[in-house]
């Protein structure tokens, strides 16, 4: 008993840690990269401390309840789902529990099963401005608006200063056209939390969208600055610098994401287009290969990367593809026009007919409807949108 007591302590210890980093999250104030490693540090000491407690507390579903939260603020939410099934299993009325486990399948991209699990947590009595928060932004995920605006209006009611809440709200003015009202939120939320970096995220789309590109790199740049280590800050940075031509940075910025989240296959895949675009087929190459490993189904990215190895000189690589996606599809045209130029080069030496070119057989990129009615606030500095040193195409 005393070594679980000196245990419990040594847990007491981290958790109160943690809960201050979450109460100066919550007061919105900045957090700088080093203490953030700290906080991560902080999270494996309480993590292991629960893990040494289950040992002798198995059937104790508070435990598997903090350390599910624990793993959801390191980024494991699929350890953390096991962990809060593990406490249901146990105690299956308990709301909070289910609150959790809405936030954990929320993480893994899972609207619909976590909107099951917060509406427990309210069956089960659960009434926080948190919760109602979550019920609003899983309603607009699904795109029920007006459940969605209900929801977000009663926690404001009950929390008028959560940013979070002004953010969601600001998600469903986006969806239903009126960007200015959407601004307007996202002002609000970055006034009451300036560390959600969501928000940054979202600044960037909108303003990229309205060609309103030195604002985009701003917010891009702000957000970098609260969350260094953010891929998809970098990504959405990188999408602005390629709107203005800026293929260089715009590489860098991708090239930076992909560096620190190699699961980000958005990123490589825009590296590896913008490098096909460039006609730097060679560069193209890996980028694709990384694409397809992360994720094997990513749109156009098998053909493009058939493309690269062809015009990168490697025909015997490029012809398997070509096949391959041929005897998935008899109907892509794009493979069987590249089945015949690669067959044709292998055969005579290179020969292409000038008909048969890589710039007709592209797929084109849609263009995105914005509400030309708002008239954004401008930087101080401007973009010295220069043209970089690789071509622009």
């Excluded at 940075?237 to 090239?255: M, R």
Aim: charged share 25%.
């Amino acid at each position: 008993m005393k070594y679980a007591y000196n245990l419990f302590l040594w847990l007491a210890v981290a958790l109160c840690g943690l809960t201050a980093c979450s109460s100066e999250s919550k007061k919105g104030l900045a957090i700088p990269a080093v203490p953030e490693v700290a906080a991560k540090d902080r999270r494996k000491a309480a993590i292991d401390f629960l893990t040494d407690l289950l040992g002798a507390f198995a059937n104790s579903p508070e435990i598997y309840y903090k350390r599910a939260k624990l793993y959801l603020e390191d980024d494991k939410p699929n350890e953390a789902l096991s962990d809060i099934n593990d406490a249901i299993g146990i105690k299956a009325n308990n709301g909070n529990y289910f609150q959790v486990k809405a936030l954990i399948l929320r993480a893994l991209n899972r609207p619909k099963e976590a909107l099951e699990a917060a509406s427990k947590a309210e069956v089960l009595n659960v009434e926080s401005p948190e919760l109602f928060t979550l019920l609003g932004d899983l309603y607009q995920q699904i795109g029920l608006f007006s459940k969605a605006k209900l929801y977000l209006n009663k926690s404001l009611q009950m929390s008028p200063n959560n940013g979070e809440t002004y953010f969601f709200k600001g998600e469903i003015a986006a969806k239903q056209g009126d960007t200015t009202l959407a601004l307007h939120y996202l002002q609000q939320t970055l006034n009451l939390k300036p560390t959600f970096f969501p928000m940054y995220v979202k600044f960037a789309d909108i303003y990229t969208a309205l060609r309103q590109y030195d604002l985009a790199l701003f917010y891009s740049d702000e957000g970098i600055k609260q969350h260094p280590r953010n891929a998809q800050l970098y990504f959405k940075k990188g999408v602005t610098y390629q709107k203005v031509y800026q293929t260089d940075s715009a590489l860098v910025c991708y090239n930076k994401a992909i560096h620190l989240d190699s699961a980000m296959a958005q990123a490589s895949f825009s590296a590896g287009l913008l490098y096909v675009k460039i006609k730097a087929f060679r560069l193209a190459v890996p980028h694709f290969s990384h694409t397809l490993k992360v994720n094997p189904q990513y749109p156009d990215a098998k053909i493009l990367l058939a493309y690269s190895l062809e015009y990168a000189g490697e025909l015997a690589k490029a012809l398997e593809y070509y096949t391959a996606i041929v005897a998935e599809n008899p109907q892509d045209y794009r493979a069987i026009n590249g089945q015949y130029r690669a067959k044709r080069k292998l055969e005579y030496g290179g020969y292409l007919p000038p008909e048969l070119s890589l710039e007709d057989s592209l797929p084109h990129q849609v263009q995105r409807r914005i509400d030309t009615t708002l008239r954004p606030l401008q930087p101080k500095s401007r973009l010295n949108a220069k043209i970089d040193s690789a071509r622009k195409n």
